[in-house]
């Protein structure tokens, strides 16, 4: 009797182990099989496949301001964002912190290309689409006065000490010059002769000279150049790289390049050099200048641009607007290319194409429009 107990208890107790065995391995198979059915956030994706930017909106990132921006900028105490309404050309005062937002200049200048900021932020020079090409607009919020200037100017930068403008002009003849004029077009005066129009300006910190170069463009050679515009000499700082664009640092003394890798390829990349053209580095990382800002002299804080098809041929594709970008944002050392990422992947879930980048001297955040919907953002940087 006592062997038939024991011999039935143990049938039960090996039935029972049996069992939980079972149910042990098949939880785990399903467990393993659940998670190998949850993909990781890739950090690029098909344009199609991108999020608006007002969805599942990241913790880190704020909007700002929720209409299309044309160009935005930190006033000289940093204590607003002043920024130029694309559709209307109206100016608007936004508070980084608290997002309060004050209309301060209404104009109703509409379509809005390009803002070109004086260093105050007092004084800008907005960009429009005329029938004939680019209509320039002075601004000068102080006065709360627009001025229209002549038809003919291509491309206009302020000088260094923001007195004067200088600008590519083309007469009705097709001639192209450098002139230089008071903010608002008067007392104009030719500084120097081009081969052609399109031409690119950027002052130089710190300086007397603006450079120029060529729209960068895949299959052409853009050959940095200065021009001192007390005198009009003219000098090459750099040549050789096809697709070239430049951003001088703060103090003038480096310039930052980006640059096609391969002829009619997919990829741009960066480099920088001293301010004449000297001590080159290739940085090697994927961007462009137009998604980076210097935040000290030896640091820039980049867009690394993802969702860019083997098939597009770059700058021109993303200049002519046949494509956008998904960025993650880094900061890289341009003595020694090392890079690490400003803001956490998680931080930035949604899909922004980072151009317009500036920062606050106390290098906390970072402000940038996404160029897909227009929109200004703020997001804290490490």
Known sequence: MLKKTFFISSGIFVFILILWLVYTFVLQETNRSTSEKQPET??????????????????????????????????????EILLVEKETGNVYSVDPDTGEKKLILDRNVPGVIAVVWEMKGNRMMVKTSGSNGPIYWYYDLNRQEVTRLKDGIQYLVWDSLAQKIVYVYRDESGNSTVNMADPDGKNWKEVASLLHPR??????????????WGKPENSKNSALESLNIASGMKQTVFSGKNGADYLWSPSGNRVLMSWAQD????????????????EYKDLNFPSMVSKCVWQDETTVICALPGTISGNAVMPDDYMREKIYTKD?????DVQTGKSERAVELGDMNNSYDAVNLFLPSDNRSLFFIDRKSGMLYKVGIK
Do not use: C
């Open 42 to 79: 890739p950090e690029t994706v098909t344009v199609d496949e991108m999020l608006p930017p007002e969805s599942h909106e990241p913790e880190n990132v704020e909007a700002l301001f929720t209409r299309p921006v044309a160009g935005a900028t930190l006033s000289s105490d940093e204590s």
């Open 199 to 212: 031409m690119v300006l950027q002052v130089v910190p710190n300086s007397p000279n603006v450079s120029m």
């Open 263 to 278: 002829p009619n390829g997919p990829k741009t990349v960066l480099s920088v050099m001293n301010s004449y053209g000297g």
């Open 328 to 332: 993650t944002l880094w900061k890289i």
